[in-house]
C-alpha cells in the first residue's frame, strides 16, 4: 500500500510526511487532511488500509455518532472494486482519496480499474424476488450508513460523503 498525505486549506500544499506520522500528529480544527492510497486488488488488502484510513477519520472527528458506519461502507466499496470492478486482477489497482475536514465532513473517493456498471441495472436486495441474491446489498448498506453515495465514471468511481453539514442536505444519488 502506497500512502500521499497532504494537508491544505484552497492552495492545498503537500507536506513530505508519511502516512504512519500522520495519523501520530492529526490535526483538528486547522487544515483539511487529504489522503491517496493505492491499494491491491486482493481481499487481504482490505483491512489494513480500512484501519489505517479509520484512525485518520477518528482523528479527525469529522463524523458525527459512531464511525463504525463509515468502515463498513468503506469496506463494501473496496470489496466492490477489488471483486466486481477488477476482478481480483492482481494486475490492477483500486484507489482511494480521502478528504477529511476535521470537526465538519469527510470525503472519500474509491476508483478500480474496472469496466463499470450500471448502478440503475442493480436489483433491490430487499424486494421479495431478490432476498437470496448476492448482489446489491453493498451498495444498499452504503447507501444506508453514508450520507451521500455518487457513482460516476460509469460505475467504476464511487464517492462516499458524511458528516455534520449533511443533516439538511441529505441525499442518496445514483
Not at 19 to 26: G, H, M, R, S
Not at 32 to 44: A, F, H, N, P, Y
Not at 76 to 84: I, K, R, S, Y
Amino acid at each position: 500500500m502506497r500512502a500521499k498525505v497532504s494537508f491544505g486549506t484552497a492552495g492545498e500544499t503537500i507536506l513530505q510526511r508519511g502516512f504512519e506520522q500522520k495519523i501520530a500528529e492529526p490535526r483538528h480544527a486547522g487544515p483539511t487532511i487529504c489522503v491517496s492510497l493505492t491499494m491491491r486488488s486482493e481481499i487481504e488488502a482490505i483491512s489494513p488500509l480500512v484501519d489505517q484510513l479509520m484512525r485518520l477519520v477518528k482523528a479527525g472527528h469529522c463524523v458525527p455518532g459512531d464511525d463504525c458506519d463509515v468502515e463498513i461502507a468503506l469496506r463494501e466499496a473496496l470489496a466492490n472494486a477489488v471483486l466486481h470492478g477488477n476482478k481480483q486482477d492482481i494486475h490492477k489497482k483500486v484507489h482511494v482519496s480521502c478528504r477529511i475536514y476535521p470537526g465538519k465532513e469527510l470525503s472519500i473517493v474509491i476508483k478500480d480499474e474496472g469496466n463499470g456498471f450500471d448502478v440503475a441495472k442493480i436489483p433491490d436486495p430487499t424486494g421479495v424476488d431478490n432476498i437470496d441474491s448476492e448482489n446489491g446489498r453493498g451498495i444498499l448498506l452504503m447507501k444506508r450508513f453514508m450520507d451521500a453515495v455518487h457513482f460516476d465514471h460509469g460505475g467504476s468511481e464511487v464517492r462516499l460523503q458524511k458528516g455534520f453539514n449533511w443533516k439538511s442536505r441529505w441525499s442518496f444519488q445514483k
